[in-house]
């Protein structure tokens, strides 16, 4: 069984819908620059930008060896077929993409994705050879009803239920309340430990403790440089994945460093 302290910390970037091709490889070559190897030597770094990018991302990455992975924030269900407008998660594997988020709260609220279909797209990663970052979040209504954990046993439960039992350890969650996404009101550490604690027992009774002790479960929803470091710390928190503060690279590579600290 493995010790928390033996998952390594994921600290991810969803550029969302910013940067366009030519801000992204400077946002990228920027990273390259600030990153050290003391950054990159206990925790794991992703950026997310938007499709239009990947290509271009990708070739500073590698080209210029950033320790970053590449990620993307959604994918289609299907690997290939007549579904106008939609990205293959095949292709974006060909592009050397590792991470893809899927179920974002963005993706849930504003384009309809249920639960069944978010537990579709994180199948259809796994399948690809890619991590799924899957987001579980309640929103402001389903907390003060004292809904909360009850949503994301559900929103938990169809994802893990997607995937083969050897799997779900190799899964990253993301654990991104709605109300903390963007309003600079981000969860309490003590709010964040709860939460992804009963994540981790959600996957527990689901796949068994292999699984809930591999899989790891980030915090998001307004992290910034100064709260990164009291929420890596918490036992159940694995990382964090950062919307607006991750489009400045300055502050990115912060909060990579206040990661690492967490860890040491
Ligand atoms: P935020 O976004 O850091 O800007 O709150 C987080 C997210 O939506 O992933």
């Known amino acids: 069984m493995n010790a928390p302290g033996a998952r390594r ?9 910013h940067l366009d091709h030519l801000e992204a ?9 600030r990153l050290q190897p003391a950054d990159v030597a206990a925790v794991d770094v992703s950026v997310h930008p938007p499709f239009t990018d990947i290509r271009s991302v990708q070739s500073v990455l590698e080209g210029e060896g950033v320790p970053v992975a590449l990620g993307a924030q959604n994918c289609a269900i299907e690997d290939a077929g007549a579904f106008t407008g939609e ?31 978010v537990a579709a797209k994180v199948s259809a990663v796994l399948r690809n050879g890619m991590t799924p970052v899957c987001c579980v979040g309640e929103t402001i209504d389903e907390r003060e009803v004292g809904l909360a954990q009850e949503r994301l046993a559900s929103q938990v439960g169809a994802a893990v239920a997607a995937v083969p039992r050897a799997s779900v350890a190799s899964l990253v969650v993301a654990y991104e309340p709605v109300w903390a996404i963007g309003t600079g009101q981000a969860a309490t550490a003590g709010d964040a430990q709860e939460a992804c604690a009963w994540i981790r027992d959600t996957v527990r009774s689901a796949a068994g403790s292999e699984a809930a002790d591999g899989v790891r479960i980030q915090y998001g929803g307004s992290v910034t440089p100064d709260n990164t470091e009291e929420l890596v710390r918490c036992p159940d928190v694995d990382g964090v994945l950062v919307g607006g503060a991750s489009l400045d690279a300055a502050a990115f590579v912060e909060i990579v460093r206040a990661a690492t600290r967490a860890v040491r």
């Open 9 to 17: 910390p994921l600290v991810s970037g969803n550029w969302k819908m």
């Open 87 to 117: 990205v293959s998660p095949t292709m974006l594997a060909r592009l050397h993409v590792e991470y893809v988020l899927v179920g974002h709260s963005e993706r849930r609220q504003l384009f309809g994705e249920t639960d069944e279909v």
């Open 25 to 33: 490889i400077h946002a990228a070559r920027d990273l390259g620059l």
